[in-house]
């Protein structure tokens, strides 16, 4: 529980509660655009009090050391780590009052933005992300879409596509 929210959020997840690579990381596909729908994949609003929690992963090579700037969408609470080292965290909390952001607590690459540090060579991007929603609340769904401004010098090493493993609550 927020104390000065007044609401439940999940716990800041450490990366290194991330699922070691034996555990069941599946891969999924981007819908139109690069929005990860998780939705479609796990479904919407939990029952109970569980927090339902997804880590999802990537891996970005870089021709050489660069920062490139990313617009990042997302509903709930989002943490993004690259190369182990927490990078962005946030919460959108639709509904609560200073918690929600632009426009109005719902998905959009316009809730927020952060510089992204790569390291010459393959680069692990991994993002977990909630959808703490109390079971029997209204629920539109939940996702996470990442832009960044240019992708010179960079490429996605598997093409347009991330892993997700949803076996662990946080």
Same mark, same amino acid.
């Given at each position: 529980?927020?104390a000065t929210? !007044? =609401?439940?959020?999940?716990?800041?997840p450490?990366?290194?509660s991330?699922?070691?690579?034996? %555990? #069941?990381?599946?891969?999924?596909?981007l &819908?139109?655009?690069?929005l990860? *729908?998780?939705?479609?994949?796990?479904? &919407?609003?939990q029952?109970? !009090? +569980?927090?339902?929690?997804?880590w999802l992963?990537?891996?970005?090579? %870089?021709?050489h050391?660069?920062i490139k @700037?990313?617009?990042?969408g997302?509903?709930?609470?989002?943490?993004v780590?690259?190369?182990?080292?927490?990078?962005?965290?946030?919460?959108?909390?639709?509904?609560?009052k200073?918690a929600?952001? =632009?426009?109005?607590?719902?998905l959009s690459? +316009? *809730?927020?933005?952060?510089?992204? #540090?790569l390291?010459?060579?393959?680069n !692990?991007?991994?993002? +977990?992300?909630?959808? *703490?929603? %109390?079971?029997?609340q !209204? @629920?539109?769904?939940?996702?996470l =879409?990442?832009?960044l /401004? *240019?992708?010179?010098?960079?490429?996605?090493v598997g093409g +347009?596509?991330a892993n997700?493993d /949803?076996?662990?609550?946080?």
């Amino acid at each position: 529980m927020d104390a000065t929210l !007044q =609401e439940k959020t999940g716990m800041d997840p450490p990366y290194s509660s991330m699922p070691k690579q034996s %555990a #069941s990381w599946k891969p999924i596909a981007l &819908d139109l655009g690069g929005l990860v *729908n998780l939705t479609r994949w796990y479904g &919407d609003a939990q029952t109970g !009090q +569980a927090i339902a929690g997804i880590w999802l992963k990537t891996i970005i090579s %870089a021709d050489h050391g660069q920062i490139k @700037h990313v617009d990042i969408g997302w509903t709930r609470e989002v943490w993004v780590f690259v190369n182990g080292k927490l990078a962005f965290q946030s919460r959108n909390l639709y509904g609560i009052k200073g918690a929600s952001k =632009e426009p109005d607590g719902r998905l959009s690459l +316009a *809730n927020g933005s952060f510089d992204l #540090s790569l390291q010459k060579g393959a680069n !692990q991007v991994v993002v +977990a992300i909630d959808d *703490n929603f %109390a079971g029997g609340q !209204q @629920h539109w769904g939940w996702g996470l =879409e990442m832009r960044l /401004a *240019n992708t010179d010098g960079i490429r996605q090493v598997g093409g +347009a596509a991330a892993n997700a493993d /949803a076996s662990s609550e946080f």
